[in-house]
């Protein structure tokens, strides 16, 4: 049970902004996603939710060839992005945006502070809020696959902790990827895997056994 990409390059003109990468999912685990900015990572988790057309390699979804099939029916299969950029739709209310995802209640359970601005306008929050909104609207929809673009940008203290319990107890059921430049630590301890990116290729994948150990690697690489 594993969502996966198979020697994947996307090209921008004549340019390949990712090459041959492998990258994979698994349902009860997650991968985190790491390199430096504009390594390819936003890139990958695009064209496996369908936004970005591969111009080479493929895209599975528990052995299923998917590489051809629409992002709305990959949002359907439960394949679920939760983009970088606290990217909200900024006309419709913050229900509205969140009933895009479905289950509401859950996601105010979560925010109550979303309960107090659910008849706002998106546009009007925060950046905090608007990471409220898209992390909530992203697991308001129950995925089997998601995908976590920065989930930690713009949230201070407990809701970065909310979001970080919310993760691990979606892990038990889902298959979880994360690219996130905060919270590392934090995410090494839960994660399975780890995968580096530079300059668009896949340059390291590995599973966790000792974080300490990819924790000091990763300073070596990233100079975090
Ligand atoms: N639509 C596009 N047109 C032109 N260039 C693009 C496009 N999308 C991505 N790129 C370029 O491809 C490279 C990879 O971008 P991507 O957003 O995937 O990197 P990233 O690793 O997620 O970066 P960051 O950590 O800074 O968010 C960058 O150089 C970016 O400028």
Redesign the pocket.
Known sequence: MMLEARKVSVK?GI?D??QDVDFFIKRGEINLLT??????????F?TMAGL?KAHSGSIYLDGVDITDYPPHQRYRMGIVLAP?KMRVAENLTVEENIRIGGEIERVYDLFPKLRRLRNHKAKNLSGGERQMVVFGRAIASNPKYLLL??PFQGLHGDAGDIVLEEIQRIKKRAGIAV?S?ERVEDLIEISSRITL?IS?KVIHSREITSSDEVIKKLREYLLI
């Open positions: 921008v340019r902004i990712i390199g430096p900015n504009g390594s390819g990572k936003s890139t990958v695009r970005v970088e673009d920065e690219i430049h990116m668009g």
